[in-house]
């Protein structure tokens, strides 16, 4: 469960994420220390329903802890 950081409200979670007009998604990388040690993931949004501030996220961060 996702609290919204200005009101307290619980966020509605699991949104996907797109770039309007285009088919291509945002993605988040991080470059580690070879060639399989390289963390990417698609972020997914959380949106609050009563203020409207949106919280993005991803669902294995431990992936990007190297
Ligand atoms: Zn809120």
Do not use: W
């Not at 390289?38 to 993005?56: E, I, L, Y």
């Amino acid at each position: 469960m996702r609290i919204c950081h200005q009101c307290q409200t619980e966020m509605i979670a699991d949104c996907n994420v797109n770039v309007e007009g285009g088919l291509y998604g945002i993605k988040i990388s991080k470059k580690g220390g070879g060639i399989f040690r390289r963390a990417s993931a698609k972020p997914k949004a959380a949106v609050c329903p009563d203020c409207g501030n949106v919280a993005f996220y991803i669902e294995d961060p431990r992936a990007f802890r190297v």
